[in-house]
């Protein structure tokens, strides 16, 4: 597509409750990032996909956080067991081979609200 | 990735150039400058980015100084859709962006 596309744009669940959060990348774009933001504040990242190379997970906060990416394409965020202070904006890029000399496309977001 | 530092908020008038600073003391000889910037209720957006000499694009311009110890970001003429968080982030090689707090702009008509 043209942009990079997540969905659902917006998630309200229960305390407890799983969730999963999709980010479709650009086409062709080898690298895609999953960053948050809690109201009011900064961009927090979490994890990061570059092409067929192990994961960088240091952003994770807790072993409730997972994500993948099949076929270097679609990634999955998923947060197990859900609490109130994961409520946030979850939001993913890409960027092109190589990333150096390439800006990162933000999606717009997937706003969850755990109630 | 470089540390950087940004005026927490800023407030500029319509139609008048906007120059927002930002320092990197400790940023390497081979760190780039990116600014992205993210206006209310979407995802951050490139602005620019730059190693050593200054660069020119349709959104905006990056004046980096000789020592590379700071560099601003020039809107030429604001304009209310301007207004947003702007963010410097010396960029270490292909690594992740690491967002700071930036700089909020404010822009009175």
């Known amino acids: 597509g043209a942009g990079v596309s997540q969905s659902p744009s917006n998630k309200v669940t229960e305390k407890g409750k799983d969730v999963e959060l999709r980010c479709d990348p650009i086409?062709?774009?080898?690298?895609l990032y999953w960053y948050r933001q809690s109201l009011g504040q900064g961009l927090e990242f979490l994890i990061y996909?570059?092409?067929?190379?192990?994961?960088?997970k240091s952003g994770l906060p807790s072993d409730r956080f997972s994500a993948e990416r099949t076929g270097g394409s679609v990634s999955t965020l998923t947060i197990q067991r859900t609490q109130q202070e994961d409520s946030a904006v979850y939001l993913c890029?890409?960027?092109?081979?190589?990333?150096?000399?390439?800006?990162?496309?933000f999606g717009s977001g997937t706003r969850l609200t755990v109630v | 990735d470089a540390k950087t530092t940004q005026p927490n908020s800023m407030e500029s008038n319509e139609e008048e150039p906007v120059h927002l600073p930002c320092n990197h003391s400790?940023?390497?000889?081979?760190?780039?400058i990116h600014w992205y910037r993210q206006l209310p209720s979407q995802g951050p957006e490139y602005v620019i980015h730059?190693?050593?000499s200054n660069v020119n694009n349709r959104m905006a311009s990056l004046a980096i100084a000789e020592d590379r110890k700071s560099s601003t970001l020039i809107l030429h003429r604001a304009t209310l859709r301007d207004a947003a968080v702007y963010y410097c982030?010396?960029?270490?090689?292909?690594?992740?962006?690491?967002f700071g707090q930036g700089t909020r702009l404010t822009i009175n008509p």
């Open positions: 086409s062709g774009h080898t690298a």
């Open positions: 400790t940023i390497s000889g081979t760190d780039y």
């Open positions: 890029a890409s960027s092109s081979p190589g990333g150096l000399n390439y800006g990162y496309t």
């Open positions: 982030i010396g960029r270490t090689g292909a690594q992740k962006l690491v």
């Open positions: 996909f570059q092409g067929n190379s192990a994961p960088d």
């Open positions: 730059g190693l050593t």
